[in-house]
């Protein structure tokens, strides 16, 4: 009402000696209400300005080149018989690159007896005897600014006095994980482990003989002309890696299924020495694993989840700093571990530059695109000096899934990509609820969006992760329709506690 009153103003208008009735021969005057126009300057939000800036731009492009390409076309057919016409056709179809889908996914959750506070994984590491006070006190300290809760998964052999670092211990934990997740993976498609035609595992630290995708071709009595991958020592990033070869097979082999597993095992890559750097993987790594279903067959495009659209891996290994980065070794004392360069952060923010760098010209808008790149050329004509222009992804995506590391990794990429809250809600959620579950780790985060029922028909996903090596990945999927919540979820039981807010 208050707005309505500001848009009205009054005037009193004289309308002279009244000549008839009783009022005759005095003045008259009347009030006269209108109604103003309202402050366009004032009312309209910035953002809708930009938007139409960037609207205007990208199909000013493409009405601009519609008319050329109508005419080369024309003038190419013009000039072919029919039967030419129809053989270039037929080779024009029979050649694309078929499309890519996601038919649907499954994170495993660990059971609950598996489940440790911050203050129960102190204690427990008290317990073993493996750790002296000074390093005991360092792991407490990172735990209570890493961003993780009180609900995250481990292994029983982590707290066990003997080495948990067996093969025994790690095959163990590999069937619990790769088969939970399978289960529910074959479940939730309704397919057969035998119309399963590739198969792609990915995990880091364990690699034994017979590898792990034998295990799994061995439980689920998979076809004898499959074709296994089984990718080991890549780090966090491997997941996206497995993915890139999965569609590499589906693209070379018409009518398929592909499976990829990714998982780590956190008992394998405990470590139970002094050094700093090499304690800190055992306060971020947690027990994880997902399995995705991908096809190519055309029959699937009605009941698949998302279609794959982009695969971009940048590896920065040539640089000695980028190698060294994260690097197994042993202590002085001869423990196995990861140690964790300090330059971590420094290192992997060279590593997303260059990743986004090749992304951009492929997702972000064409007005975006020609804004970066003026501002390249202004600063390179004019030296100009201050930070050089970000480009906006969110207006090339919908939904954002960072590989969940730390909260000091997702903090910095936040704040580099402008992102808000709600965009870096998934990972951080993840983190706090399941710990780093490495290379699986954006799946849980696509799971979070989808029990919150954000996944929308036409939706772009942003898969984001990096690792050891050291490597930068990314993946962009497109949402075939709305997502609604599925029945079995990770986050089925705690949903309601999230976001929750810190």
């Not at 020495?273 to 190519?296: T, Y």
């Amino acid at each position: 009402m208050a707005r309505e009153r500001d848009l009205l103003s009054t005037e009193i208008v004289n309308r002279g000696i009244e000549s008839s009735g009783p009022n005759a021969g005095s003045l008259t005057f009347s009030v006269r209400v209108r109604r103003r126009l309202p402050d366009f300057l004032q009312s309209v939000n910035l953002k809708y300005v930009r938007l139409g800036y960037h609207y205007l731009i990208n199909h000013a492009i493409y009405l601009a080149t519609i008319p050329v390409l109508v005419l080369v076309f024309s003038a190419e057919v013009g000039s072919l018989s029919r039967e030419e016409l129809w053989r270039k056709l037929s080779v024009y179809f029979m050649s694309r690159p078929r499309s890519i889908y996601l038919v649907d996914f499954a994170c495993y959750k660990p059971h609950d007896d598996l489940k440790v506070t911050k203050d129960q994984f102190i204690d427990m590491a008290r317990r073993t005897g493996k750790f002296d006070e000074a390093s005991l006190e360092f792991q407490k300290r990172i735990l209570h600014s890493s961003g993780i809760g009180d609900e995250t998964y481990i292994p029983k052999a982590i707290m066990a006095q003997e080495n948990c670092a067996t093969m025994k211990e790690g095959r163990a934990e590999a069937s619990t994980v790769m088969f939970g997740a399978l289960d529910e993976l074959f479940e939730k498609t309704r397919i057969r482990p035998k119309d399963v035609g590739v198969l792609v595992v990915n995990c880091s630290i364990f690699n034994p003989t017979p590898s792990l995708s034998a295990m799994i071709i061995n439980h689920y009595k998979m076809r004898g002309n499959i074709l296994s991958y089984n990718l080991g020592g890549m780090g966090c990033s491997a997941g996206i890696i497995a993915m890139d070869l999965a569609r590499d097979m589906l693209q070379a082999n018409p009518n398929s299924y592909a499976v990829v597993v990714s998982t780590e095992m956190v008992g394998y890559n405990w470590y139970s020495g002094k050094d700093r750097s090499m304690l800190i993987p055992n306060c971020f790594f947690r027990m994880g694993c997902s399995a995705i279903l991908m096809s190519n067959r055309r029959r699937d495009y009605t009941r698949s989840k998302y279609r794959l659209e982009h695969i971009v891996r940048t590896h920065k290994g040539a640089d000695d700093r980028s190698f060294r980065c994260i690097y197994q070794e042993e202590d002085e004392e001869k423990h196995k571990g990861l140690k964790v360069s300090k330059d971590l952060v420094e290192i992997g923010g060279e590593a997303l530059k260059a990743n986004i760098t090749t992304l951009g010209p492929l997702v972000l808008p064409f007005s975006e695109q020609l804004l970066f790149f003026a501002t390249l050329v202004w600063g390179y004509l004019f030296g100009r000096g201050g930070h050089p222009y970000i480009p906006d992804y969110k207006l090339a995506f919908e939904h954002f899934c960072v590989h969940a590391a730390s909260k000091t990794v997702l903090d910095e990429l936040q704040r580099n990509l402008e992102l808000s809250d709600e965009n870096v809600e998934a990972s951080r959620m993840t983190l706090h609820r399941f710990g780093n579950t490495s290379s699986s780790s954006i799946w849980y985060e696509l799971a979070y969006l989808e029990a919150k029922e954000k996944v929308r028909r036409g939706d772009r996903v942003w898969q984001l992760s990096f690792g050891s090596g050291f490597k930068c990945n990314s993946v962009v999927w497109k949402a075939m329709r709305r997502v609604k919540k599925p029945a079995r979820n990770p986050w089925l039981d705690c949903l309601d506690r999230y976001p929750f807010q810190a």
